[in-house]
């Protein structure tokens, strides 16, 4: 590592890096990190206030309460508003060097007006690599130990999952009417494997459950009908024991459990997913997409509150504010609504959550134009 760091002069003089744009740098960071953490202290308390009789009703101490909740619930948050908040830090700190005649200085020095933006993207590449590596590694986890924390100490209820169909292989299909995902049970089972012009097998059961240690199914009340050369079969039985091409999760099509995976496990579920048929691969890609384009959002959000801000204006920092808020939200209502479009299947699932993305940087482009004039 200490190379790398000998290296960091020479490489600051071959890019032309100055010490304004350090100091643009360091005030973009800072007013970033006070941003989040001013946001996060105020969902912090609201959310305590709405669960702290949920906190004592349940006998939870404060250091787990700690710990084991608030822990693992900041950081979702914080990948949640990075966008936005990136977004407001920009604003807020370029309209006051604006104010402060800070950036005629700095233009009037010689800095061409692309030149001054250098900084702040260097910000932004920063933040952005910061919220990749949040959202496909660190989230996943935390929100997975806050789901747990919320089922096991604060005992909120997970309803079962009803008309559920999935694809076990190419020819076989597989039918639970109602999945009870905290006692790992399914209730009115069917299996079926297809043939070319009726069905070769088929098997139902009152009961489903699944044993992780042998990762076998084992099946209650059973009845197996099967057709071979003409001749129909009929057998019975109180369990059997089989394997089938699925775990609990495929039954529970919860989709809030993409949530708490890894990019990694994510395109693993993606494909599983497309193979079995159960219509959730969509909401899978539609999660590991939305966390790509959020993060990449952060350049978007950088240059749209660069554009805004260094624009000088009588009335100071609260017109930028305004403006600026106001097309934040519109962004990310944006978001919001291609994120339905794309599950109802309107647009695709790879496209949707990049929508925004791609209308907000033909609207940088448009204000970088004329900020320049």
Request: with cysteine.
């Amino acid at each position: 590592m200490m190379p790398f760091f000998k290296k960091i002069p020479n490489i600051r003089q071959k890019i032309g890096w100055k010490i304004i744009d350090t100091y643009i740098l360091k005030k973009f960071l800072s007013s970033f990190v006070f941003a989040i953490t001013l946001l996060m202290t105020i969902i912090v308390v609201f959310d305590f206030s709405e669960n702290v009789h949920r906190f004592l009703d349940n006998n939870i101490s404060m250091h787990d309460i700690f710990t084991k909740y608030y822990l693992n619930f900041i950081p979702y948050f914080i990948n949640l508003f990075i966008p936005l908040f990136t977004f407001i830090s920009v604003i807020w700190f370029t309209s006051r060097m604006s104010n402060q005649n800070e950036i005629i200085a700095i233009l009037s020095g010689g800095i061409n007006y692309y030149r001054f933006l250098i900084p702040f993207l260097v910000g932004a590449v920063i933040i952005s690599s910061s919220a990749v590596l949040m959202s496909n590694e660190l989230v996943p986890k935390t929100t997975e130990k806050m789901n747990q924390f919320k089922e096991n100490m604060m005992k909120r209820r997970s309803f079962p999952k009803s008309s559920i169909h999935v694809r076990n292989s190419e020819s076989s299909y597989i039918y639970v009417e109602r999945w009870d995902k905290s006692k790992n049970i399914g209730y009115h089972f069917t299996y079926e494997v297809m043939g070319n012009q009726f069905i070769k097998n088929k098997i139902s059961a009152k009961t489903i459950t699944y044993n992780p240690e042998t990762k076998r199914w084992t099946l209650k009340h059973y009845s197996r009908r099967t057709i071979h050369a003409g001749v129909e079969k009929v057998t019975t039985g109180e369990v059997m024991d089989t394997v089938f091409n699925i775990v609990p999760n495929d039954l529970a099509q919860d989709t809030k459990v993409s949530e708490t995976m890894s990019y990694l496990e994510l395109n693993r579920y993606i494909k599983a997913e497309e193979i079995k048929g159960t219509g959730m691969a969509k909401y899978y890609i539609i999660e590991k997409q939305t966390r790509l384009a959020n993060s990449l959002g952060t350049f978007i959000m950088t240059i749209l509150g660069f554009c805004v801000a260094s624009q000088k204006t009588r009335r100071g920092v609260g017109v930028h504010l305004f403006f600026g808020i106001g097309l934040a939200f519109t962004f990310v209502f944006f978001q919001q609504i291609s994120n339905v479009f794309s599950m109802s299947g309107s647009i695709p699932s790879g496209l949707g959550p990049w929508i925004p993305n791609f209308i907000f940087l033909i609207i940088c482009g448009i204000f970088l134009k004329y900020s320049t004039k």
